[in-house]
Nanobody, 124 residues
Framework: QVQLVESGGASVQAGGSLTLSCAAS????????MGWFRQAPGKEREGVAS???????GYASSVKGRFTVSRDNAKNTLYLQMDSLKLEDTAMYYC???????????????????WGQGTQVTVS
């Protein structure tokens, strides 16, 4: 069982930066693929960024080059550095843990078993 708690959400101006954190508890954190998802009102939850246990990363095309996902296995913490924020980045952001086939990164919701409660990011 993995428990996840996000933090760092805030209201920021367009063009600004923000870093989200996700603290994980539970055994074998380092073996899980971790992901960041977001959900805007009236929209489906979508994958934003993912990092596997070996540090390989994947990003949605909408955030590639602006967002950076990283993990600190010693601290059981996942991060999402968000730069050049746009209005359309406004959403509730969730972190998730899972074990996709092959152990690779994934932006598919069905590959994740554990979810945090979310943290709100508002860009204006």
């Amino acid at each position: 069982q993995v428990q996840l708690v996000e933090s760092g959400g805030a209201s920021v101006q367009a063009g600004g930066s923000l870093t989200l954190s996700c603290a994980a508890s539970g055994p074998l954190y380092h073996s899980y693929t971790m992901g960041w998802f977001r959900q805007a009102p009236g929209k489906e939850r979508e994958g934003v960024a993912s990092i596997d246990g070996d540090g390989h990363t994947g990003y949605a095309s909408s955030v590639k080059g602006r967002f950076t996902v990283s993990r600190d296995n010693a601290k059981n913490t996942l991060y999402l550095q968000m730069d050049s924020l746009k209005l359309e980045d406004t959403a509730m952001y969730y972190c998730a843990a899972g074990r996709p086939r092959g152990g690779y990164y994934s932006l598919e919701r069905d590959d994740y078993d554990y979810w945090g409660q979310g943290t709100q990011v508002t860009v204006s």
